[in-house]
């Protein structure tokens, strides 16, 4: 009506904009994408129109509303897509609208998947990195955002200019995530919690009771996302797993989700009780396994990392290592240090294997420096001077202090590192090899690369298959890999499904 009668069109106060995948088929194919989104009222009528033109956004997705300070925040799950598919999209809240965005749906498992991934970025120093994020983007270079924690850092915003004393948790919040929307409203967004998601631990919110209750435990990154949990039987957003192309991605709680975890119970203020995420884990792994013919990667990610600098977090360790070797989990990417550091596959500390050629135990990749509060390029892990001098961050102690509780392992484990440049990765992964890079953003440089193949016998290993479904594995119709040898081979691992071993085959 205002463009009709010549007037300047009213700007929008549908804010923060931002998809994730989810649904999921019988096959694993998550056929739906959650938008998310922020106004500043309740709005239970918001929804979300959508189709296959921008001219015909035929679909309705109603959207939920939540609040837990001033806020509201709205996520609508648009079901029943077709695999690789552009779909447009608009957000309708009575008569405000959003402009008309698009995504392109997840693919099969036979497709190839391009996915960049990270931990640790804020709003300060992340500039580089958002710039690199947005060409990629729109050039269509990846398929989704992996990013392992530690999200905009508004925990950190008491120390910005002006607000030592001043209320800013939720402008640093707001301010992060409207400056990620131009990238993450086509690219699926698909977040893990970090320490700087637990609380708001600044001088104004310690003086609050009501602050304190409201904004601790990881409450504005729980309202604030949509993680597939829901499909994959996970809690909240703090775990979760998805399927996209040929790599099934996990997502964990490595900050209060296992016996003895950084934040268990406490960061700040009190955090954890979320439940039991190590028995959700196996049973994850364990159909993950079994889907190993069509989607032959599996990769698991957190906040913290296991391994660090030749020292190991052995509580971690306990909880989770058993199970990442078991299952064959093949890259197993972290954050936390702001650094990267790229590991040899290594198990139990000391059984390291420097190759990436099917190893059999994961590779520990940490990307934790694509640029926050807490670092510059070149000068890593230093605050900045703030007003009068450097403020502390009571967020560092329990850092300070997790760092102190590291046991010493083996420096052999470390194969490159680089401490002096804000950087993420980039993976490209088929059904035969899944190639990394890591990227310094400031200038785009490929610092670092690796390639990790497997054979087809580490595709199908399921640990509690049943062996006398070898099928055609026995055949030699179907490739030199088949026959009598590989029949025992596979009664031996214990593989299953008859159509997983005639592609074995027929890729040996």
Request: a negative charge; glycine letters at 8%; hydrophobic letters at 35%.
């Amino acid at each position: 009506l205002l463009a009709t009668l010549g007037l300047p069109a009213q700007a929008s106060t549908i804010t923060q904009i931002h998809i994730a995948l989810a649904g999921s088929d019988d096959n694993g194919i998550s056929t739906g994408m959650a938008v998310s989104f922020q106004t500043e009222s309740d709005s239970p009528s918001a929804s979300v129109r959508y189709g296959l033109s921008a001219d015909s956004l035929s679909s309705t997705a109603t959207a939920t509303s939540s609040t837990y300070w001033e806020t509201y925040d709205h996520h609508a799950v648009l079901e029943s897509l077709e695999p690789s598919t552009q779909y447009y999209y608009q957000i309708v809240d009575g008569d405000d609208v959003s402009e008309v965005l698009s995504f392109t749906s997840a693919p099969t498992e036979k497709d190839s998947v391009n996915f960049a991934v990270f931990g640790d970025l804020g709003m300060v120093n992340g500039d580089s990195t958002r710039k690199y994020l947005t060409k990629l983007s729109e050039n269509k270079e990846i398929d989704l955002i992996y990013h392992m924690g530690d999200v905009g850092y508004a925990d950190d915003s008491f120390l910005h200019l002006g607000c030592y004393t001043r209320f800013c948790y939720e402008d640093a919040w707001n301010e992060f995530m409207n400056a990620m929307q131009p990238i993450v409203t086509s690219l699926p967004w698909m977040t893990m919690p970090g320490n700087h998601e637990a609380d708001c631990h600044s001088p104004n919110c310690m003086l609050s009771s009501t602050k304190r209750d409201k904004l601790s435990n990881f409450t504005a990154y729980n309202s604030r996302f949509r993680m597939p949990s829901e499909e994959s039987g996970g809690v909240m957003n703090m775990w979760h797993s998805f399927n996209h192309g040929p790599v099934h991605f996990i997502a964990l709680d490595l900050e209060t989700g296992f016996p003895g975890a950084a934040e268990e119970t406490r960061y700040v203020m009190k955090s954890g009780g979320f439940g039991d995420q190590i028995s959700w884990l196996e049973e994850d792994l364990k159909k993950a396994a079994e889907s190993r013919a069509v989607r032959p990667w599996i990769v698991a990610g957190g906040h913290h990392p296991m391994y660090n600098g030749g020292r190991v977090d052995s509580k971690m360790q306990a909880a989770m290592e058993p199970l990442l070797k078991k299952y064959n989990v093949d890259v197993f990417f972290t954050g936390h240090v702001h650094s990267y550091e790229r590991d040899w596959p290594t198990f139990n500390t000391t059984d390291i294997v420097k190759s990436y050629d099917a190893p059999g135990i994961p590779v520990h990749v940490m990307i934790g420096g694509p640029g926050n509060d807490e670092m510059s390029d070149g000068m890593r892990r230093i605050m900045q001077e703030i007003e009068s001098g450097e403020k502390v961050d009571p967020s560092r102690e329990p850092t300070e202090k997790w760092l102190a509780g590291l046991e010493a392992g083996s420096k052999d484990m470390i194969a490159l590192s680089d401490e002096d440049h804000y950087g993420i990765g980039r993976v490209e992964a088929n059904m035969t090899h899944f190639s990394f890079e890591y990227v310094q953003t400031t200038d785009e440089v490929v610092f670092d690369s690796f390639v990790l193949t497997k054979s087809p016998l580490d595709k199908m290993e399921v640990p509690s298959a049943d062996p006398d479904q070898c099928g055609n594995f026995c055949d030699p119709q179907f490739g030199p890999g088949c026959g009598p040898g590989a029949c025992a081979n596979c009664r031996e691992a214990g593989l299953d499904a008859q159509g997983a071993i005639a592609y074995a085959c027929q890729n040996w």
